[in-house]
């Protein structure tokens, strides 16, 4: 069996690409997987080192014209089957999320098998754009991209009930062909052998963007040093590569002369020093503000496995699956007091934050990768055989 994957792929940095390396590289150790990837922008390749792999082709450039290069590739392949990963503005702007589903068409009219994994259910209610009449034409244009997809595909994924509820229940989707496979969870690393920093230690995960309420967390955290003034917090994460301009820089102006010797941006960093990060870090939070996007968080699969408590918005990608008060706690998402008053309770009371963390950890423990490519697998083969 040989499946052609079709994603972006790192060093490109979007969840997409960083999911996608996970999962591919699990399932390449029992399938023959190709992967029909980006091409690399000039500032990629020059902070890439990147070693050639024939199981990576990189043929394509995010923009209109992408599914062409994409059907071409597939079918050099001579793949059995076409595993699609689909997000919002993957692939391009939104000319080219509408010509998404035509790619589908081509494979459905040359016969080739599609699955397509669905990264985010957008709301129908969504309020995208401030002008109305521009906002009503981009709902109008994800309902017939949702649709299409559904209509087309042989087969679709998505990662958890929320998600199937909401095409059903918003976009009247029959589900019969959806398949649910969580978001594969990383295993935490080895702690190295140094003892931890006395002073308590905030870590926030994650891309810095505009809807990530980084300057919420910011406001929170100075509101929290009233409760623990020697407290740091540290930011991990850069910009996303699909955002035209760097946010980082802007996110460091939030700081006040408070909270400047306090507040760290790592920018991105390896996965070892990463992990360590994560057993340094006493809490975590995972901030959004975008309540229209029913999806998984892949940091939050990121820092399940270390046993931390984890504080996290009150969005979907978050309430999907875990219970307030029993896996996290759920704090509103534009709320920089009631976040502050989280982080307080939390450290006063050192039963519930092992409490949270290892509640967390045990819930998400049958989410390996290892198991969520075990499941894939199953479904080409389910898939091949019908």
Partial sequence: MKVCAVTTWPPHRDGVALYSSDLYNQIAESVDIVVVANTLTQKELSKSSEKKDDAVLRCWRRGPWFLFDVFRSVFKTRANAVHLQHGWLLYGGCISSI??????????????????TL??????????????????????????????????????????????????KEYGV???????????????????TSQKEKEVSIMSLGFLRKGKGIGYLIEAFEKFLETCPDAKLIIVGGSHAHDKKDKSERFRHLLTPRTQEQ?????????????????????????????????ASGALATVADYGKPVVCSKVPKFQSELQNKEHYLAVASSDS??????????MKDEELRNRLGENLR?????????????EHIKLYKQLLKS
């Fill in 99 to 116: 010509f998404f589903p035509v790619l589908l068409l081509f494979f459905r009219i040359s016969r080739k098998p599609c699955i397509v």
């Fill in 263 to 295: 507040v760290l941006f790592t920018g991105f960093v390896d996965e070892n020093r990463l992990g360590q990060l994560v057993w340094d870090s006493d809490i975590i939070v995972l901030q959004s503000t975008e309540p229209y996007y029913v999806e």
């Fill in 119 to 168: 990264h985010t259910v957008i709301r129908k209610d969504a309020q995208l754009y401030k002008n109305s009449v521009v906002n009503f034409l981009a709902r109008m244009a994800v309902l017939f991209v949702l649709k299409s997809i559904v209509k087309v595909a042989d087969r679709m994924i998505v990662h958890n009930p929320l998600m199937i509820e909401t095409l059903q």
């Fill in 337 to 346: 007091m009631e976040l502050a008053q989280a982080l307080a309770l939390l």
């Fill in 362 to 374: 045990q819930e998400m423990k049958n989410r390996r990768w290892s198991t969520v490519a075990a």
């Fill in 174 to 192: 029959k589900v019969e062909k959806i398949a649910i496979i969580p978001h594969g969870v990383k295993s935490a690393c080895n702690p190295e």
